[in-house]
Nanobody
């Protein structure tokens, strides 16, 4: 699977932003898709993910502000970010976990920068 993320940018605190991630390749093998955030010197941390069955997980810091969704017909993952805060700043990576013939693989997009100013 190949992932192409887009939609990042610079916004003011309290504003909204939507990230998109287009998947191509063996998309039928994807079990979970998600968004991770990384800031300098730290590991990538889960922001939100959604399974092929529709189960959703959010990091506590974004609950009630961010919404993850997936358009299966267009093989696109979205992250609607509302009421953003400076601590949401970072590089956002799209991730897909695949199952192929009983083996599991992870794929990453190239990352998109989100900068929130106070």
């Amino acid at each position: 699977v190949q992932l192409q993320a887009s939609g990042g940018g610079s916004v003011q605190a309290g504003e909204s932003l939507t990230l998109s991630c287009a998947a191509s390749g063996k998309v039928e093998s994807i079990k979970v898709m998600g968004w991770f955030r990384q800031i300098p010197g730290e590991m990538r941390r889960l922001v939100a993910d959604i399974s092929s069955g529709g189960e959703i997980t959010y990091a506590d810091a974004v609950k009630g502000r961010f919404t993850i969704s997936r358009d299966s017909t267009k093989n696109t993952l979205f992250l609607q970010m509302t009421n953003v805060k400076p601590e949401d700043t970072g590089i956002y990576y799209c991730n897909a976990d695949q199952e192929i013939d009983g083996d599991y693989y992870g794929a990453w997009g190239q990352g998109t920068q989100v900068t929130v100013s106070s």
